[in-house]
């Protein structure tokens, strides 16, 4: 007499409901943790391009304000022969002001010989502009479609007929200037340049 043997079935089990849960939570915050992280690099990213953006418009103050100062002293009248006086176009003791490029048609508006037009007091808004090459560059002037965060504000300080201290002041992000460049650093959204600027030399 033959004895069958039984077949024994395996049955497979699955995951139960709290491990899919579970793995459901650790991808959830697996995904959140990257998209925190990649949001804070982009918010990183952008602070250090307003950063470098403040930096290079607050230089450049400095040196459109030295530009004007140069020009004076170098080029002379066409009609009376005469060079101008270090600080012609300067406020006449301390002042606030805005310093906008200059250019025409038939210029280019990189050329330092056109960076000449001081403003005080101004509006200190600062807005994209073309230029006539295609490049676009900063101006206080422009309409509000091209109104950028940014605002620049030139600071002369009156030292004797001989010398002027510039601050170059820059803030992003917020209505007023600092009442002092002290109270202006990156944590307050603002940066500065400054320099001093001397007759240089008295050409005859």
């Known amino acids: 007499m033959k004895i069958k043997k039984q077949k024994t079935i395996k049955v497979k ?9 579970l ?12 998209v925190y992280l990649m949001a804070g690099s982009m918010q990183d990213t952008m602070r250090s391009r307003d950063l470098l953006v403040a930096a290079m418009l607050s230089q450049e103050g400095t040196e ?3 530009n004007i100062r140069d020009n004076n002293v170098t080029e002379k ?17 301390d002042g606030e002001c805005s310093i906008n490029y200059e250019y025409d048609t038939d210029t280019d ?8 037009s001081l403003n005080c007091p101004s509006s200190y808004e600062l807005y994209f502009r073309e230029g006539d090459n295609g490049n ?7 309409s509000s479609d091209n109104l950028t965060k940014f605002k620049r504000k030139i ?26 460049k002290s109270e202006c650093n990156i944590g307050q959204n603002c940066m500065y340049s400054e320099t001093i600027l001397t007759a240089w030399i008295n050409l005859e």
């Open 136 to 142: 676009l560059f900063y101006s206080h002037e422009g």
């Open 64 to 66: 459109l304000m030295r």
């Open 77 to 93: 009248n066409s009609s009376t022969d005469v060079r101008s006086e270090p600080f012609t176009g300067f406020p006449s003791g």
């Open 109 to 116: 508006y990189n050329n330092a010989s056109f960076l000449s």
């Open 23 to 34: 793995a459901l939570f650790v991808l959830a915050f697996g995904i959140m943790t990257s």
């Open 13 to 21: 089990k699955g995951f139960s409901i709290g491990e899919v849960l």
């Open 155 to 180: 600071i002369v300080g009156y030292e004797g007929e001989l010398k002027r201290n510039i601050v170059s002041m820059v803030i992003w992000n917020r209505d007023d200037f600092p009442n002092d």
